[in-house]
């Protein structure tokens, strides 16, 4: 059986922020690899420099020192412009508030995305319908997010994310707005995204997703300080998934 | 882009509203006011214009058609003599006192041209024919001008007095007003000349057609042995009074600076709406980015909301600009709607919406993707 394929390859990482003669430091040598085939849950306290992590790792904040492959392309020392051609066709995001577009509908929200990514809109279209057929929105084609409920909208931008057909799927606290249950339909509903051309990263606080996870990467004070496999994984809790 | 643009419009039906009524005042204003500006223009040069001719000829000094002298024969025996000149036609024009059945006095220009086959003076008739003219003491009058002529809508035939004579009404004429608002009144020249005390070889002016056009500067020169005479081509004759009349008299800076306060006000109530539309919409606008879309693709949001909104504003509009042309023609008033005021309007109302969109186009530009995990 050969090596997953590697997605991101990082490096080093330290991040620094200045605010007048103030340096504070949120990220501190972070090195790590995410493959195809893993759901990686990134957790963490507030303030651990989860989101720092994943803006780095996206190609969306440069860090001050170290280096980010993703997919093959050194994407630190990219332009802005050359780095959004490497998310364009690599990445997809899911958000906690799903940032769908208030006036269009499920099917428009996920067709648009793929226009701008030069797809023909009959074409967009089809694959749009497509890919909300497969998260279970046949019959919400036609609805705006205002008529959808949270775990609905986050489907939809669930599909808006994986209908490009990226390498690999970031979430930021993609289950942190919706009720217990609608969250576990929503990571399950990731997981089954997952496959070997395919990783997803999720940042989350909530432990309950590690059930779905392959590796969980726990992130303090801007180091990395755990990273194994999600089963059998001991959070900061003392909590043993089995 | 497109749809996104248009569907976030159309979805939120209060700054659609508050954003078209805005373009939409800015453009009438703009129509209104170019149509009136041209309207002033053709109603200060209207005689000019239509009389035509290359050259016109008149006492030095003047600066506006409407305050005439009389030129003697001479002159006109200089022109004929230039070998250039193809054709010389007097006019004599002037104003005169108006004496109306209610005991009202008022002033009226009184206009004649000699006639030269193909050209109508005067132009736009309706009733009654310009031949008629040629009867003794009579006149046309304008549709325009009949409430001030207390004259019925039927005028022919109607008499009314100037300088002391009794006249006829013998042709109605459409849309022809002067700047001064004194009634036209078209007639023959023997009528003109015996209305203004005007002697039988006297006129006002000498309009010139040149054999060659490429010869009137020597024409000048010819006729620079009468030093008391002025040459100007009949364009630049039209220019001057039009600048006298509508620059001199501020009537074209009042116009310019309603316009400019249209286009100010439909501006800001444009460029508010745009902006409030666009942070409304910039996280979705950072989604968008964080997914790899350009600088310019979302640039695209703000430049389709101008779009839509300038041709709907612009569509709006012309169609208000139209429905106040007529009731404004009521009062007096011609607003000029042609292809260069509708073109000059539009263009008014895009630039508007350009200029109000550019903090807006600023904001989207400058968004960064990772505002959407912060």
Redesign the interface.
Known sequence: MSEPQILVKAHGLTKTYRMGHVETTVLRDVSLELRAGELTLLMGPSGSGK?TL??IL?G??RPTRGEVELCGVAITSLAE?FA??????N???I?Q?Y??????TAL?NVA??LA??GMPQAAARQVAREALMRVGLDDRLHHRPGELSGGERQRVAIARAMA?NPALVLG?EPTAALDRQTGLDVVRLLRDQVNERRGVLLVTHDIRLAQFADRVIEIDDGQIVGDGAAHGWAGHDGKVLT | MRRIAIRSLLFDRGKLIASLLGVALASTLGFVQVGLYRGFEQSSSAVIDHVGGDIWAMPSGLEVIDYAQIVSVGPRNLLLSHPCVADVRAVVYGFAILQLASGMRSTALVVAVEPRPGWQIPWNVVDGAPPDLDQPLRVSVDRTDLKKLELPSSPIGKTFEINSRQVTVAALTEGIRSFTLSPYLFTSMTNARRLLGVGENEAMYYVVDLVDQRCAPDLVTWMKRQPDLQLLAASAWSRKTVDYWVGGSGAGAALLFTAILGLFVGGVIVGQTLYSMTKEHLLELATLKALGARPWELARFVLWLVVFLAATGVISGFSAALLLKGLLLRVGLTVVVSPETVGLSVLGTLAMCLVASITSLVTVYKVEAATVLR
Not at chain 1, 84 to 89: H, I, K, M, P, S
Not at chain 1, 99 to 104: R, V
Request: aromatic share 10%; glycine share 10%.
């Open positions: 989101t994943l803006c996206s969306m904040l412009k959004a051609e490497v998310r364009r066709g990445l997809g995001f958000f508030t940032n769908l577009f208030p006036a269009l428009d648009e995305v701008l990514k490009g930021d």
